[in-house]
């Protein structure tokens, strides 16, 4: 445990040298997500006594917040809810400190374990060296300390690798597939890398090679991977029943098409008569894909000042 702290020391090396956890744009929607989904929690395991009576105009339904929102909250909602609710409750028992230091530590560990697997032996040196170039080199310990998923995409695919490479007791194969299944749920494209990852492992296992996988750890792979896909769809259900309209992100695909210039002179070309709502925003000089998303640089158009009726549109355009 002494070598694991000191790895979730190095990992969490350069949030402390910034004073701070690191904060992104993105990292207020993920809050905003986390409380909200903790509040319906609280609400329904509060007995109903316990809640102050209320006039019913004071309480409107949530039709009524989806027609004046037009629905944004469904694409807002489109962050992971496992993340968000794992970000506010740490933050709220502890301060952001300990979303840090869970996230350090997670790493850490699957650093030691990996390292471990590979020397086939401890070797303390060349774990500490393992976890100062994760550090230092890679972006781990800027990860580690982001109030933001994308730590969980390097956790996933060490505790993976981890899987695959050792022979791991009951235990110890349990929490490796849970942290697969965590990671996957964390985000689309980290869901989609372990998707990849475990069917080559799938495919290396049907090969005629001295080493295979075993197949109960492609099993546990495969049910990780089915049960942060079930539980993201149940969780967008759930979104398109209270909000009345389907999950959604913002067209981050047509705002880097868009955002380099190549999506811009395409339209500019194909949308002579065309009712595409996509067109009104080729007119535009961005500076990149955030100035189309969320503005700035002086344009006149983008996604998160628009309309939501026009924010719909664009997302469904991407899609089409």
């Not at 022979?167 to 597939?177: F, I």
């Not at 640089?297 to 628009?306: I, K, M, Q, Y």
Request: proline share 4%; glycine share 10%; with cysteine.
């Amino acid at each position: 445990m002494l070598l694991i702290g000191a790895c979730t020391l190095l990992l969490m090396a350069p949030a402390l040298l910034n004073g701070r956890p690191f904060l992104f744009y993105d990292s207020e929607q993920y809050f905003n997500v986390g409380e909200r989904m903790l509040e319906q929690v609280g609400e329904v395991l509060a007995p109903a006594a316990a809640a102050p009576a209320a006039p019913a105009e004071a309480a409107p339904e949530a039709g009524d917040v989806v027609a004046r929102e037009g629905g944004r909250a469904s694409f807002y909602g489109g962050r992971s809810p496992a993340y968000s609710v794992f970000l506010v409750g740490l933050t709220a028992l502890l301060g952001m400190w300990a979303v840090v230091l869970a996230q350090a530590f997670l790493g850490a560990a699957l650093i030691t374990r990996f390292v471990d697997l590979v020397l086939g032996g401890r070797s303390a040196a060349l774990v500490l060296l393992a976890a100062a170039v994760c550090s230092g080199v890679s972006s781990a310990g800027f990860h580690a300390g982001l109030m933001m998923p994308d730590m969980f995409a390097g956790i996933g695919v060490l505790a993976l690798l981890c899987l695959l490479i050792g022979a791991p007791r009951l235990l110890e194969h349990a929490v490796l597939a849970g942290l697969v299944f965590v990671a996957a749920t964390t985000h689309q494209s980290t869901l989609g890398l372990l998707v990849v990852l475990t069917l080559s492992a799938g495919l290396l296992g049907l090969a005629p090679l001295s080493w295979k996988p075993a197949r109960g750890v492609i099993a546990s792979l495969a049910a990780a991977i089915v049960g942060a896909v079930a539980l993201n769809s149940a969780y967008a259900a759930m979104v398109e029943r209270i909000t009345g309209h389907q999950l959604g992100s913002a067209p981050y695909l047509t705002a880097r098409l868009i955002g380099d210039g190549t999506g811009a002179r395409y339209l500019r070309e194909r949308c002579a008569g065309s009712t595409l709502v996509t067109c009104a925003f080729a007119t535009d000089n961005y500076h990149d894909h955030n100035d189309f998303l969320w503005g700035g640089s002086g344009a006149a158009h983008n996604f998160v000042s628009a309309p939501p009726e026009v924010q719909r549109a664009l997302a469904e355009e991407q899609a089409h």
